[in-house]
């Protein structure tokens, strides 16, 4: 069986729809499953906003050490610890997007959003050629049946981290900057779940230092389950996007995406078993 007919005999396990997007960095080998396909973008749509801040402050239009006052009024709902925080308190831009990618905060998204314009971020997504990427709407705010919902496609997130992990947005040290927040995620149930950090040759040691790391983040919303990496496997250097929508029911959606994740690791890296 190929690569592309056991992904989508795990996505048709599942139900609801797939979008998979995944590229070897050196070979250039290619996994595309409805990798155009529109998809709420959920969380994922936070890295978009962090590439965004780093143009900014490259282009001395912000500071990356500007403290910014919380409010009380700037709090919302969902992932986060700043919506239980004391008001007035101060945060470092910086501070911002990294609790926006390592816990996923909202009030901290919604905070950059205004600081950097929502337009802006979108500005820079098309000048980069990913059209497929719209930021529409702040997180945990009105509705999505109200406002329109944000949307990205795998290919174009994929493509992105492509672009970062080369060096080639803002730039190389921007791009190290954002891997190394990346790799703080605190969400690794999906992408990093069953790839063996010891690289599949062993069981891994207590104190070894890990083969594979894990830049990633992921996102999600009722019914929906996303996940975004570039994998660093040694000598394979990888990205995947996993984008799933229309779960009937998350866990199935959620072990789909592990199993995927696995698969697409074999496949690039040639460990089995």
Known sequence: MSIHDRILELASSAGGVFGIAAKDLATGREILMNADHQFVAAS?????????GFRQAEEGLISLQTKVKLADTDKVGGAGILKVMSQGIKIPVIDLIRLMIVISDNTASNILVDLLGMDRVNRTMQELGLTGIILRRKFMTLPQAVQAANSVTAQ???????????????????????????KEQQWDDLIPALIPVSGGKEESLV??????????KTGSVSGV????????????????TI??????????????IRRISLEIYRYFTGISG
Do not use: F, W
């Open 44 to 52: 994922i749509i936070k890295i978009p906003i962090m590439v965004e």
């Open 156 to 182: 174009d997130i994929s493509c992105l981290l492509e672009k970062i992990a080369k060096g080639q947005v803002v730039s190389r040290r921007a791009c190290e900057e954002m891997v190394k927040i990346m």
């Open 207 to 216: 104190g070894q230092v890990k083969n594979v790391e894990i830049a990633h």
């Open 225 to 240: 389950r996303h996940d975004a990496a570039i994998v660093y496997a040694g000598s394979v250097n990888y990205v995947v």
């Open 243 to 256: 984008l799933a929508s229309d779960l009937p029911d998350t866990r199935h959606g959620e072990d789909a």
